[in-house]
């Protein structure tokens, strides 16, 4: 996939900064791809990026609108398909990582046949995967597990990514997500692939290397969520990996989307995701955890993780607040 860029972050009506992660994702680890945001009434997601019309993102050069909202059902309302139309007749192409597809709606493929501009369905398979079968691969792989969604998973691998590469280590990392397609621009959308083959999509994605090399698996979902937990089944059979990390969010109450089921504690995590990872590996291992501090000031940020790291005995950091050095050299 290759999506022109700059792109025009579009956060449409977002409730809430978590609603527009697929945005927030894109503005972290490509700032240098994002000319500006596009926010709708009622939006109360901000990337601190300028805000721009579509007739400003255009004079800008951006190229691309990218929906960096991640909403329950992947739906594309009808105010939304106004603006996409708008921008596709400014000269932008449209990428979108929802379970609604682009190419479903017809007004919208009207608009791209008409302007000559191109919709880009990040979140549909490129391609047929087999049934995985579980055999060994060389090389090695690193797999982040989490307490809830959106807690963390992807950044984890992205910076220790950056870190295994500035110290000369053979590492990539590997996308299972919308956003983490839409910021290295390949991987599997991996919760839009029929059950039976999820494992086998994790197995191509992650196939034989050298045996220096590492697979750093991007997590979907957590084993503790009744919504998403069959996803992170597929990643801990068919990523087959060698290291766990444990991700976590520590300030929610209940369950991203479900406030009827409380937050699971970190201590949990590592107990249940374990006898499962062995099944396929028995040698795999819990190197540490990656807390997602965000939400909290630095002086209780820091407390948190030095109390945690005491309690469980494993590194505990921040990665994106403060490097995934100490996670690289636990690896």
């Given amino acids: 996939m290759s ?156 910076a220790m990514e950056k870190s295994m590469q500035a110290r000369g280590m053979s590492a990539d990392f590997r996308a299972t997500g919308q956003t983490g397609i839409l910021i290295t621009g390949d991987g599997v959308p991996l919760d839009a692939v029929v059950a039976d083959f999820m494992a086998g999509a994790v197995e191509v994605l992650t196939p034989d290397n050298d045996p220096d090399h590492w697979d750093l698996i991007e997590g979907q979902g957590s084993l503790f969520h009744p919504s998403y937990s069959g996803v992170t089944m597929a990643l801990i059979h068919g990523g087959q990996a060698d290291a766990l990390v444990l991700c976590h969010e520590p300030t929610r109450t209940h369950m991203r989307g479900l406030p009827h089921y409380p937050s699971p504690a970190l201590d949990d995590l590592g107990p249940l995701v374990l006898p499962l990872a062995r099944i396929v590996n028995p040698d795999v291992r819990i190197i540490g955890c990656s807390i997602n501090t965000a939400a909290l000031p630095e002086p209780e940020a820091l407390a948190y993780l030095e109390e945690t790291e005491r309690r469980l005995g494993l590194p505990c950091v921040d990665p994106f607040r403060q490097g995934a050095d100490r996670l690289v050299e636990a690896l």
């Fill in 3 to 158: 999506l022109a860029h700059p792109y025009l972050l579009f956060l449409g009506d977002a409730p809430d900064a978590l609603a527009a992660k697929v945005a927030q994702g894109v503005r972290d680890w490509r700032p240098e791809a994002s000319v500006g945001q596009f926010r709708m009434p009622g939006c109360n997601a901000d990337m601190r990026l300028p805000d721009m019309t579509i007739a400003e993102a255009a004079a800008a050069g951006a190229k691309t609108l990218v929906i960096g909202v991640a909403n329950r059902g992947g739906v594309i309302s009808d105010a939304w398909q106004s603006v996409l139309i708008e921008a596709m007749e400014a000269g932008m192409d449209i990428a979108a990582g929802l379970h609604t597809l682009l190419r479903d709606q017809p007004a919208l493929v009207e608009a791209a046949a008409r302007t000559g501009c191109r919709l880009h369905d990040v979140r549909l398979p490129a391609r047929k995967y087999p049934i995985g079968d579980g055999k060994r691969r060389n090389g090695k792989r690193l797999l982040a597990v989490g307490t809830d969604c959106s807690c963390g998973k992807m950044y984890t691998a992205l």
